[in-house]
Structure formats: structure tokens, C-alpha cells
């Protein structure tokens, strides 16, 4: 059997594969520049951060969370649309693991759920509870075309909060009773699978800046705690199959923070022309 098919068939028995080493350390450090980069114009640049990991930027960045989360969100914002992000998601090494997992053809994949991850010390808010990605998005019926990229941007410690996912859970298919749960008007609605874990192997996941965990869709995973003094820095992304009858095509729409407009406001910009969503 091909070192390829092996790949697959890991994936498939066990709905995901790490794949070690595969994105280059110059791109992470890239993205990595860019969020401490954009830090500074919300921390000031009294301090030099050396890097992600100087623990200077970590506490700094916790206290403005602390002390001005509006300012913290804009800032989680505004490194969303980071082109160093895109650079990550269209890397060649990451599309030809995906398309050798999935059997896909790389001009037939499609995504969406582009993001970076900061998840801060000991944050119950929005760290997620057992749930399959399947049920938040609808751009394949079948949960099994496509699958789920977990990216580390900083190296992934016990104490930081290992991703956690129930082995082989996929083969349960698509659970479409979940319990929709939101802790509070700004939170985004999570998709609780309510379900005996005992009954699945758990695998935390151990990786490293490079490395990416590949998940099927319908693999029941879970945040791992974050129990450091440190942010845990990640990127996620959902590839689709495009080749898909059923695929649900989708546009997106911008919403600008708000937050942002009201300070620049504040500050004499004129915002008058500010559309407050657009397409
Ligand atoms: O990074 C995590 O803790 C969980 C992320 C996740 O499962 C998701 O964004 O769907
Ligand atoms: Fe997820």
C-alpha cells in the first residue's frame, strides 16, 4: 500500500490524522509577526516582544483583555483577516496532505471558517464542549467530504489546553440533536453533543508549531483547558468539496466592529460614510 493510501486509511478508521512538520516554520513565524505586530497598536510599543512566546506579550495582552475587552476583541478582530492567515490555508504542502487524505482534487475545494484562536487562561466562556464541526457548517451535507484543519501557532503544552477528540466518534455520523447553548448575547451559539465519552478512546492532541491535525467533520471533538500564563494561539479552517451535488453555496457579509467605528469617532475620524454590514 502507498505511503498515501495508508495516510487515508488511518484517517478514515480513526476520523483524523496528525501530520508533523508539515507547514514551514518561516510561514508561522509570518503569522506569528503579524498578531504581535498588530499588538502593538493596542499595547503600545514600550515594550519590545521579542516573539509570541516572550511571556511579556502574553501578559500584557491578558490585561488589556482584563481591563478593556472591547479593545480586546478589536484587536482579535482586526488579525482575522490577516493575509498571513490566507498564506497558512493555501499552503501547497497543507493542500496536497489535504487532498491525499481526502481524495479530493485540490480545484475542487472550497472553504470557509478561517480563524485564528486565542484562548485565554482559565476562559470557560469560549472554550467549546464536545461538539462536531458537521454542525456548524452546511456547505456539505455529508460530513465526511472535506474535513477540518487544527493549526498550532504556538507549541501546544498539556498546560496550554490540548485539543481533545473521541476516536473513531465519526463513525457515529452526523448527530443532528445537539443543544444549542449561548453564553451571552456576544457569544457566538455553541453545538453541545450531549453523549457517553466514556465509550470512545481520547486523544489529546500533542503539536507543535508546523504540524496541523486533520479531523473528519463528524469527528466529536473539545477544547482542552487552557491552565497556563499563557494565550493559546491557533488557526482553524474547514475545507468543502466543491464537486458535491448538494454543496450550499454561501457569500459572505462583512460586520464591522463597532467598537472600532465608536473610537475612531471619538477621535475626530470622520465615519459618516460607514456602512455598518456590507456584502
Ligand atoms: O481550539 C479549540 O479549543 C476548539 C476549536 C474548535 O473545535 C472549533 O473551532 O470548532
Ligand atoms: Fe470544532
Redesign the pocket.
Known amino acids: 500500500m502507498s505511503l498515501n493510501n495508508s495516510e487515508r486509511k488511518y484517517f478514515n478508521v480513526n476520523g483524523y490524522k496528525i501530520a508533523k512538520k508539515l507547514i514551514d516554520k518561516k510561514k508561522i513565524s509570518q503569522i506569528q509577526k503579524a498578531i504581535v505586530n498588530r499588538s502593538k497598536i493596542y499595547l503600545g510599543d514600550k515594550i519590545r516582544f521579542k516573539s509570541i512566546t516572550d511571556p511579556r506579550f502574553h501578559k500584557s495582552l491578558i490585561k488589556l483583555k482584563k481591563n478593556n475587552p472591547k479593545k480586546f476583541g478589536s484587536f482579535y478582530d482586526s488579525v482575522q483577516k490577516s493575509l498571513e492567515l490566507y498564506s497558512i490555508v493555501t499552503d501547497k504542502k497543507l493542500i496536497s496532505k489535504i487532498c491525499k487524505i481526502t481524495n479530493l482534487k485540490p480545484e475542487n475545494l472550497s472553504f470557509n471558517g478561517e480563524?485564528i484562536?486565542m484562548?485565554l487562561p482559565y476562559d470557560e466562556l469560549h472554550?467549546?464542549s464536545w461538539?462536531q464541526?458537521r454542525s456548524?457548517y452546511f456547505q456539505n451535507r455529508d460530513g465526511n467530504r472535506g474535513l477540518v484543519c487544527?493549526i498550532p501557532l504556538i507549541n501546544i503544552t498539556k498546560k496550554l489546553g490540548r485539543?481533545m477528540a473521541c476516536k473513531k466518534s465519526h463513525k457515529l455520523g452526523f448527530i443532528s440533536k445537539y443543544k444549542k447553548i449561548r453564553k451571552g448575547s456576544k457569544f457566538s451559539t455553541q453545538r453541545k453533543i450531549d453523549f457517553n465519552s466514556k465509550k470512545f478512546e481520547i486523544e489529546n492532541f500533542a503539536v507543535n508549531c508546523g504540524d496541523v491535525i486533520l479531523l473528519n467533520k463528524n469527528t466529536i471533538?473539545a477544547?482542552?483547558s487552557n491552565e497556563s500564563d499563557f494565550i493559546r494561539f491557533?488557526l482553524?479552517v474547514r475545507v468543502h468539496d466543491l464537486m458535491d451535488p448538494n454543496y450550499l453555496s454561501f457569500r459572505y457579509r462583512i460586520f464591522y466592529n463597532l467598537d472600532d467605528i465608536k473610537l475612531m469617532k471619538k477621535k475626530g475620524v470622520d465615519v459618516s460614510d460607514i456602512e455598518l454590514s456590507s456584502n
Open positions: 480563524n484562536r484562548d472554550k467549546l461538539h464541526d456548524y487544527w485539543l471533538h477544547s482542552g491557533s482553524q
